[in-house]
């Protein structure tokens, strides 16, 4: 079998991690578009004696922290990649760790051999993101829409164990059009069937015509919304999820929006 062949069936799970560690679907395909490119001129670059799944995180993650090669080969316009720009903030390998832990599921074992590092300094750089993405998220007003009662549930207990406040529980897009209209959150978790036979989607449509606002999708079947087709949501959660992944996202999501916002006013 050919390495474009065993790294398939993880693209679209490579692309997920990439957008959350850029916080934008533009910048995080093209690292990925990078890689893929890589590949092809010389395919004697994908790592020996790792799982195609880990050898593939593993490449990616030595071309995004070139990150003046990788500018340079995709002609990135700097007022595009804001997202790119303020992940510096944040030490740069105890964040991948992080999310390789909380979002893509990699044990400890495969997290050491994707940065190169032994099990306990993988430890070690999961605890340290956690301190410093904690210090730079202030309390947020977050909205849920989800139909199913036990799953708002755990979710609103999710949120509050971090410090944050949900502004309420919507089970239908029309709920949810209403809902944002009496306080408009910093945060949206959005299921992607509801109660009434709506979409998700459809009812966070209709809420981003009107409200700048990060979004989490929650679903089932993630691969749904990593189709190719624009927009596409940077932050993604299967179901069922586990708690770790949706306070790992959440913190993201914040993250990104407030230093997107701090990067724009200073623009200006």
């Not at 990788?70 to 990135?76: A, I, P, Q, R």
């Amino acid at each position: 079998m050919s390495i474009s062949q065993e790294i398939a069936p993880h693209l679209p799970h490579l692309r997920r991690f990439s957008r959350a560690l850029s916080g934008s679907q533009d910048s995080g395909d093209a690292y990925v578009v990078a890689v893929l490119e890589a590949l092809v001129a010389d395919p004697s670059i994908f790592p020996k004696g790792m799982s195609p799944r880990v050898g593939l995180y593993h490449l990616f993650l030595k071309i995004w922290n070139s990150v003046d090669d990788v500018h340079t080969v995709l002609n990135f316009d700097p007022t595009e990649t804001e997202a790119v720009h303020s992940i510096q903030t944040i030490t740069p390998q105890p964040r991948q760790a992080f999310l390789l832990l909380s979002v893509e599921g990699f044990n400890p074992d495969e997290i050491a051999k994707i940065l190169d590092r032994d099990v306990a300094s993988v430890g070690a750089l999961i605890d340290q993101a956690d301190r410093e993405i904690a210090e730079q998220i202030a309390p947020a007003a977050i909205m849920i829409i989800e139909d199913e009662p036990l799953t708002a549930a755990n979710l609103q207990v999710l949120v509050e164990s971090l410090g944050h406040r949900v502004t309420g529980i919507a089970r239908t897009q029309r709920e949810a059009v209403a809902l944002v209209k009496k306080e408009t959150p910093e945060l949206i978790l959005s299921d992607i069937q509801l109660d009434d036979g709506s979409s998700g989607v459809d009812a966070v449509n209709e809420i981003l015509n009107n409200y700048e606002v990060p979004v989490i999708f929650i679903t089932g079947h993630p691969e749904m919304l990593l189709t190719g087709a624009k927009p596409e949501p940077a932050f993604l959660i299967p179901k069922p999820f586990d708690p770790k992944t949706v306070k790992a996202i959440i913190s993201q999501a914040l993250f990104f929006d407030v230093k997107t916002r701090l990067g724009s006013a200073a623009a200006s």
